[in-house]
């Protein structure tokens, strides 16, 4: 307890002098000063993280896949409804956000959270991957609250950390914020929405955690993958590993015109890339990728 409170004291302590003494421009970094540091390539881009001297995420180690196939596992109801068959597959690679983790039986070569209020309220499948023998690509105020919990020793997958752009603007770390520059050749635009062909230049979130996972496939190199659970309809019922009476809220529903045009963006590059793309629920109100029956793939 009184390890937990000086810790808060010295933060609060950094964050003061902090705005004493950097610009605006950089205030989005008052929680990390100075308990960490990052080595960047000629490119900007993120290399190493390191969290009180020790390293915490490399992005340097090499993301090998184990097939050119895979399934992006979201969370939407219609996942139940799937054969247990489909997600068990040993020629696909799974891949999967926020509570996907919930479901014990499916082996997850890769993960994604960048949300830090699913982080905040559901640590207990946060640990879940943290525990796990994955890849997991985060953001560093992510990272943050995750270190602020864990300790090191006690993190078991390999911390791969991506920087998000949001409305045209990325907010740097222990850097600048910025705006994008739309005439870098490896950000894909189309209609006024970015993609990143390389996602540690940069990942285009536009309020779905799922658009994210998409730039990281791509990044990975799969040339097909299967969608479980992408509905993006019925807001008001549980994602498959919630209850009515713990149900997170969701923002999603004021932002289905954005985010259905970043997905028609997607449909648009891996079409030009010969890159396959299934929804393999009938429900979901995303339209941009061809849907099938989830049977034939069993």
Request: aromatic content about 14%; charged content about 25%; proline content about 3%.
């Amino acid at each position: 307890m009184v390890r937990f409170f000086s810790g808060r004291i010295s933060r609060s302590i950094y964050k003061l002098i902090y705005k004493i003494f950097f610009p605006k421009a950089a205030k989005h970094n008052r929680r990390y000063w100075p308990l960490y540091t990052v080595e960047r390539d000629s490119q900007n881009r993120i290399e190493k993280i390191y969290f009180r001297k020790s390293l915490v995420s490399n992005n340097l180690i090499p993301q090998p896949i184990s097939h050119k196939k895979c399934m992006l596992v979201a969370t939407g109801p219609s996942i139940q409804d799937l054969d247990p068959k489909i997600l068990h597959r040993s020629d696909l690679d799974y891949i999967g956000v926020n509570g996907a983790i919930a479901f014990d039986s499916i082996s997850f070569s890769s993960y994604v959270i960048i949300d830090h209020n699913f982080v905040g309220c559901r640590f207990d499948l946060v640990k879940k991957v943290l525990n796990s023998n994955c890849i997991f690509f985060t953001t560093p105020r992510c990272l943050d609250m995750i270190l602020r919990q864990v300790r090191i020793e006690d993190i078991h997958c390999q911390i791969k950390t991506i920087e998000t752009i949001t409305d045209g603007h990325v907010e740097s770390f222990l850097d600048y914020a910025k705006h994008f520059d739309q005439n870098e050749k490896d950000f894909f635009i189309h209609k006024g929405f970015g993609f990143s062909l390389d996602i540690y230049k940069g990942a285009f979130d536009y309020f779905t955690v799922a658009y994210v996972a998409f730039q990281i496939l791509y990044t990975q190199g799969y040339k097909e993958i299967y969608l479980a659970g992408l509905d993006m309809n019925n807001f008001s019922q549980p994602r498959f590993y919630e209850d009515t009476e713990k149900q997170q809220p969701t923002t999603l529903n004021h932002h289905l015109d954005e985010v259905f045009q970043a997905f028609d963006t997607v449909a648009v590059l891996f079409k030009e890339k010969d890159i396959q793309v299934f929804n393999l629920s009938r429900t979901s109100a995303v339209q941009a990728f061809e849907k099938i029956d989830p049977n034939i793939i069993i």
